[in-house]
């Protein structure tokens, strides 16, 4: 019998060879969605909102600083055209500062959200699209942020009934980033670390960004996106990879990272943000963009 160990990994292999074998039999016929033009509209985050036969919502969020948008809301109708709906912030409160991760609550019907910024500040918001508002539930920020630190990816799931958080510092060149897990307190409004590890991919290379978002899937498998940034006007790179696998044994959640990193998907011309894992036979996973001052794009990768 195999140990727990050698049982993750195992799992991890097979989502691995899945996933290549899935997007291998869309790789001939790539088609980016152009969303919005300019280097205030990168998509620096990505959640779905909803699915239907003829579209698909998703909620996305924008690094910006000053005065501009911070979320929106994106339609993808027939896979070949994309509508971009601007969100409206909480009047009475303050506007986050560069808003890198977006992930929706499970369990909450697609209205709930939990938004963090660059600096480890996490928004649990509310979305009522009847007047395209968000309004803010409360504020918290991670536990053990270390100085320098620079949040660019947050996640959320159920696992054997406890809600985990995974989110990472993205790293930068040589600095790998760090990959942190625990569990989410939404009552108290506060996040219990449980550990971290350090990581690296292989590609891009230069100046990259190890992870750039995160998601984890109902199993525990855990997705991320890499990125290469050598300024506003590029060129880009980036991948998606798995990373690893998050596991609840007993009271303690185990993070068995993967041995190899094997891209699932490369691309050499766009810096991928955010990603989100679609559902059912119209899904796959999405990527939305920062291209800094050619704007941002969508691409659902295995997507029909």
């Known amino acids: 019998m195999p140990n727990k160990v050698q049982l993750l990994k195992l799992i991890i292999n097979i989502v691995v060879l899945g996933a290549l ?9 790539e088609d980016w969605y152009p969303v919005r033009g300019g280097i205030t509209f990168g998509i620096s985050g990505i959640t779905l909102l909803e699915q239907q036969k003829s579209f698909q919502d998703f909620l996305i969020v924008h690094d910006n600083k000053k005065n501009q948008g911070r979320l929106a809301i994106i339609s993808i109708k027939d896979k070949n055209k994309v509508e971009y709906f601007p969100l409206s912030w909480q009047s009475n409160t303050e506007l986050p500062i560069d808003l890198e991760a977006i992930t929706s609550v ?11 910024s660059s600096s480890g500040k996490a928004y649990y918001i509310k979305l009522k699209r009847s007047n395209q508002t968000i309004s803010v539930l409360s504020e ?39 990959v942190y897990w625990g569990v989410l307190d939404l009552v108290k409004s506060q996040v219990k670390l449980i550990g971290s590890a350090n990581l690296k991919v292989p590609f891009p290379s230069g100046n990259v960004r190890h992870v750039s978002d995160i998601k984890v899937d109902p199993v525990g498998i855990v997705y991320i996106s890499s990125a ?9 790179q980036s991948a998606v990879y798995v ?20 891209p699932l998907y490369r691309s050499e011309s766009h810096k991928i943000e955010g990603i989100e894992l679609i559902p059912g036979n119209q899904g796959g996973v999405i990527v939305g963009t920062d291209d800094e001052n050619f704007g941002a794009y969508v691409y659902i990768l295995g997507g029909r």
């Open 106 to 116: 499970p369990g909450k019907t697609n209205s709930n959200f939990i938004a963090l």
């Open 228 to 236: 290469n940034d050598p300024g506003d006007d590029g060129p880009f």
């Open 140 to 178: 918290f920020n991670l536990p053990g942020i270390v100085q320098g630190s620079n949040f660019e990816a947050f996640g959320l799931q159920y696992l054997d009934g406890k809600l985990v958080a995974i989110w990472a510092h993205r790293g930068e060149g040589e600095q790998p980033a760090r």
């Open 21 to 29: 074998l899935f997007i291998s039999q869309q790789a001939g016929a």
């Open 243 to 262: 990373a690893g696998y998050l596991g609840l044994y007993g009271n303690k959640i185990v993070w068995q990272q993967n041995p190899q990193f094997v």
